[in-house]
């Protein structure tokens, strides 16, 4: 019986809980709301929610947990209350696939002064009267999948719209979205795989974009009657596909548009898209290795040598990052050596790009640095001490493309204001 109580006690919690919660995403004023109601004089009790839910299926175990609420009834039924706990849980969810089946025999109704709440015969949970008290409830709760309720009368097509998301691989690239214009009509049990899917979209794309070209599918959603998702795994086997599922007859509104209302399917897609041009005749992405080499300017001793492999559009990154700055953390080139075993080294301003054998190489040239000076101390790259540091390393922020070999870079002119 006290197992039971226990029981119908955490149910009890669940609802007061979730009955009062109407939205998950709160916004900041939605937020404020809540802080001031709970400061505000409690004239019911309060139940905390702690528990643990236990997918039925997977075992997998999550919290549902930090959230209190001030009880208005003092019996609730096991019904009720389960309920009221889907209710919350199914909005928070957002696939309407799974719900909170039941309590298992740990979940407990516990009062301030630690006392679990008993059960009544008919499953109800009632909380003492005139003690406006704090309770809190946990243990686990088992979650499963939604029963599916019989097909009473079954549809025999449904509309299929589409939502396309091109994300750019290359940096100098931008998001594209498009929508299909009419949605396609397809039969119930119909079969949509990720190559017709995958190939539709590369059309759309085209006509987007042309200098684009689909590289991989990242992600394929498909939201049933606006209730069910179903996710199609592994998207990027081209044999992967999703079924048009048999459903129940849903009427279209009269008031709306019968393209927006009925049975309908939506396919969210998105794709990495990366330009035609950054691709070699095999289709795979095309890297240029660039070798670095630090030289002591004194000598023309070669003090370290680093490879770096870069796309077209990766240009940009030869340049000097400053350690302090997480905007330029991905630069290629070194102002120091000093992590990398090489100490006492700093920069002349002296960088020369050239071509050997075919590869680009970037020659970095570097004297021994005054003692008095840390490893990052040198120079424009981080802005400068200096409007003459400015002027003088103001090219290493924007190394420009040689126009033929062993050129060298050609500085930007900035004027101190």
Do not use: W
């Not at 643990?52 to 959230?67: M, N, P, S, W």
């Not at 609420?69 to 039924?77: L, W």
């Not at 044999?239 to 396919?267: C, M």
């Not at 041009?277 to 680093?306: P, R, T, W």
């Amino acid at each position: 019986m006290k197992k039971y109580s226990a029981l119908l006690g955490g149910i009890l919690i669940c609802a007061a809980l979730f009955m009062q919660a109407h939205t998950v995403h709160a916004s900041a004023s939605e937020y404020l709301d809540e802080l001031a109601d709970l400061l505000r004089p409690r004239s019911h009790p309060l139940i905390s929610i702690s528990v643990v839910g236990v997918d039925k299926d997977t075992k997998r175990e999550f919290y549902i947990q930090g959230l209190d609420f001030e009880v208005t009834s003092y019996k609730v039924t096991k019904k009720e209350l389960l309920d009221a706990i889907n209710s919350k849980y199914l909005h928070s969810r957002m696939d309407n696939q799974t719900l909170v089946l039941d309590f298992q025999t740990d979940a407990k109704l516990t009062g301030q002064d630690g006392k679990v709440l008993e059960a009544q015969s008919d499953g109800s949970v009632m909380l003492p009267k005139n003690a406006n008290l704090h309770y809190r409830l946990s243990g686990h709760v088992t979650v499963g999948k939604t029963p599916s309720l019989p097909i009473k009368n079954p549809v025999d097509r449904v509309l299929v719209r589409r939502h396309f998301t091109f994300k750019p691989l290359n940096s100098d690239g931008k998001m594209l979205e498009s929508e299909l214009a009419i949605p396609d009509v397809k039969e119930v049990n119909s079969v949509l795989t990720v190559a017709n899917l995958k190939q539709s979209a590369e059309e759309v794309l085209n006509k987007l974009d042309p200098a684009y070209t689909i590289l991989e599918v990242d992600d394929i959603s498909v939201k049933h009657d606006d209730r069910t998702f179903t996710t199609i795994d592994d998207a990027n086997n081209p044999e992967s596909s999703y079924t048009v599922k048999a459903r129940e007859h849903k009427p279209f509104d009269p008031g709306d548009d019968e393209l927006l209302s009925g049975n309908q399917d939506t396919i969210k897609e998105t794709y990495t898209i990366i330009r035609k041009d950054y691709l070699d005749d095999k289709g795979n992405l095309k890297y240029d290795l660039i070798d670095v080499h630090y030289i002591d300017a004194s000598n023309n001793h070669l003090l370290l040598k680093q490879t770096y492999r870069l796309m077209p559009y990766e240009k940009h990154r030869i340049d000097f990052s400053n350690p302090y700055d997480y905007q330029s953390r991905h630069k290629i080139l070194r102002a120091s050596l000093d992590d990398d075993g090489v100490s006492g080294y700093t920069l002349t301003g002296r960088v020369d790009q050239v071509t050997v054998d075919g590869s680009k190489r970037v020659n970095v040239y570097m004297v021994k640095r005054d003692p008095s000076l840390r490893p990052f101390d040198h120079a424009g790259y981080d802005n400068g001490a200096s409007h003459t540091e400015a002027l003088e390393y103001s090219y290493l922020r924007e190394l420009g493309v040689p126009q033929h070999e062993d050129a060298k870079f050609e500085p930007l002119i900035i004027k101190p204001k």
